[in-house]
């Protein structure tokens, strides 16, 4: 299902590939990735993953603006999610050695502010997830007779746990950051 959408939305040099990493759409391969369930797979689960994530070809096709944005906090969560690592380690050694304890709360303080950036993409994740769910593959698979009438309930559900993932990724995110923050009083 992955390639023929892509054919017919003409997503020119999107791939699809098997992979163990996750569903997910690449934008820097420009391609649809699919676990082995859902790559070889022929449940309502696999034909709703699949157009889903061809939903997120789809907004990097069109130039979506959210898209674009959350590719770019992707990339800069990628880089503050290792220096938080770097700095949540280092803090304690380092404000020994200031021999302060002002140094180990500017330290935690900083690795705060980078941990934020991760709970930023989560929140602006959310409506793109939404948009490709609900927007993009639930009306393809309907308008395409992909699904028949009486599955599409069982689809739509399918589609809202995905989006649920999404958003107990943002609230675990938050609550990470709330424990960083509360370390602090």
Not at 38 to 66: K, M
Not at 76 to 101: E, H, K, Q, S, W
Not at 105 to 120: E, H, K, T
């Amino acid at each position: 299902l992955a390639r023929h959408l892509i054919e017919r939305f003409k997503l020119d040099g999107v791939s699809v590939e098997q992979t163990e990493q996750g569903d997910h759409y690449d934008p820097a391969e420009k391609a649809v990735r699919l676990s082995s369930d859902n790559y070889a797979g022929r449940s309502l689960t696999a034909v709703a993953v699949a157009a889903h994530e061809v939903s997120h070809a789809l907004q990097d096709a069109y130039g979506e603006r959210s898209f674009r944005v959350w590719q770019q906090l992707a990339s800069l969560a990628r880089v503050t999610d290792r220096m938080a690592g770097v700095f949540f380690i280092a803090a304690p050694f380092l404000a020994i050695l200031a021999r302060t304890p002002l140094a180990l709360v500017a330290l935690i303080g900083a690795g705060i502010a980078l941990l934020s950036v991760r709970v930023i993409v989560t929140l602006v994740s959310l409506p793109l997830e939404f948009d490709a769910s609900f927007s993009k593959a639930l009306p393809i698979l309907r308008q395409g007779s992909y699904v028949a009438d009486n599955d599409m309930p069982a689809v739509r559900s399918i589609l809202r746990a995905a989006a649920f993932t999404y958003l107990a990724a943002s609230l675990m995110s938050l609550v990470n950051l709330a424990r960083w923050v509360r370390m602090l009083r």
